[in-house]
């Protein structure tokens, strides 16, 4: 009984991770074609796009970014925010996938 119930955690575990690393892998391909067009392959910002919108690009995984909830984060996507207009077409799990991907820019 306790062995099982040992065994059953584990194997949770297991799946969690798995799908947490498989969550990042497809926010890298999501992050590449939805974001890096303006904030850049590593969340720089691009000086065409800053110009363009005259703003200035935060990098993604300034401290002042990565400060942000992951709900605002999602605001940000799914609402926009500032020059930054929504960006349509993702899923709640893909948007999900795409924050875990900024959170692996931090400096
Ligand atoms: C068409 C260009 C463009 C695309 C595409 C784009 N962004 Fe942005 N983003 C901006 C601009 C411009 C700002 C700055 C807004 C401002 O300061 O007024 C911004 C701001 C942000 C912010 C908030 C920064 C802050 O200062 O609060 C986050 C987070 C963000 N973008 C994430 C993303 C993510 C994630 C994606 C892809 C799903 C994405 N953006 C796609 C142009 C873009």
Not at 18 to 44: F, N
Not at 74 to 93: E, N, R
Request: charged fraction near 20%.
């Amino acid at each position: 009984m306790k062995y099982t119930s040992l065994l059953r955690a584990f194997s949770l575990t297991a799946v969690f991770a798995v799908t947490a690393s498989a969550g990042a892998a497809e926010g890298k391909a999501l992050y590449a074609s939805k974001c890096a067009a303006c904030h850049g392959p590593a969340g720089e910002g691009k000086d065409a796009i800053a110009k363009m919108f005259k703003v200035t690009l935060q990098h993604l995984g300034s401290k002042e970014i990565q400060a942000k909830a992951d709900a605002d984060m999602k605001k940000a996507i799914t609402a926009g925010q500032g020059k930054m207009k929504p960006v349509a077409g993702l899923s709640d799990a893909q948007i999900a996938d795409v924050i875990a991907h900024v959170r692996t820019l931090k400096k």
